[in-house]
């Protein structure tokens, strides 16, 4: 069993870490192929439990039939009817469990699909890339911006690492971009911070707006709601979708 079918299994258990929800995230978003197979299991599994409620529905009627009977008379139950209401329980423990497992699985993608569809990477426009620039081999910071607009994000983190110890502002702010097209929300967020008590000023607006989807896509609404409201009292960037968010999040 590959990577991708780990994780896979263990969604529909609802047993996935952080890190493992961040991983299906990524693999939802890169991988066509994931994502259609994903969608399918999906689907059969809330298909296996509409059938098993089906099921269920018609061994309830059927022992109340049975039961009734018996209780207007006084009788006991035979033993092979209490058996079949033993595993009548049983069933409904399984449909049960089904359905949580299912619930709790689709409430936490469908949160975080929501909040991502209201990201897309930030362009670049500290350092534009025009085609038949010479790129000096010794020039990091152009060469992770190339990475950066070629979308090889792992690369261009890699490099902007390289870069942070001589340009701490905007090359804060990509490599927090970068971090959340990795999947890497907490780290993410804390580069955003780390622009934000910077000098730089170009894009503060920004760095919140990612600051919150960061906190938000990884599950902690209330620090994303906090700096949705910081966003809103500050400027007007977003402010439809900061609204919408907002409003979703009463």
Do not use: C, H
Not at 35 to 57: D, P, S
Not at 61 to 67: P, R, S, V
Not at 122 to 140: A, H, L, M
Not at 141 to 157: C, H, P, R, T
């Amino acid at each position: 069993m590959d990577n991708r079918e780990i994780i896979l299994d263990r969604y529909f258990k609802g047993l996935l870490s952080k890190e493992e929800q961040q991983k299906l995230e990524e693999l939802i978003r890169t991988d066509l192929e994931f994502k259609e197979e994903f969608e399918f299991l999906k689907l059969t599994q809330k298909a296996v439990i509409l059938e098993k409620r089906e099921e269920l529905k018609g061994f309830l009627k059927e022992l109340d039939a049975e039961i009734l009977p018996a209780n207007k008379s006084g009788k006991l139950l035979a033993w092979p009817n209490l058996l079949k209401v033993a595993a009548g329980l049983g069933a409904i423990l399984v449909v049960a469990v089904l359905v949580f497992q299912l619930s709790k699985s689709k409430e936490e993608a469908i949160n975080s699909d929501a909040f991502l569809s209201y990201y897309s990477p930030y362009p670049n426009v500290v350092s534009p890339i025009t085609r038949g620039d010479e790129i000096n081999s010794e020039d990091i910071e152009k060469s992770a911006f190339i990475a950066y607009e070629s979308k090889n994000y792992g690369l261009a983190d890699s490099l902007f690492t390289q870069v942070l110890p001589f340009q701490q502002d905007y090359v804060s702010f990509y490599k927090g971009i970068s971090k959340f097209e990795l999947g890497q929300y907490d780290s993410a967020a804390k580069y955003f911070d780390n622009y934000l008590y910077s000098e730089g000023t170009q894009l503060r607006d920004q760095a919140k707006w990612y600051m919150a989807l960061s906190y938000l896509v990884k599950g902690d609404t209330i620090k994303g709601k906090e700096e949705l409201i910081r966003l809103r009292k500050s400027s007007g960037y977003k402010m439809d979708e900061v609204e919408r968010i907002l409003l979703d999040l009463e």
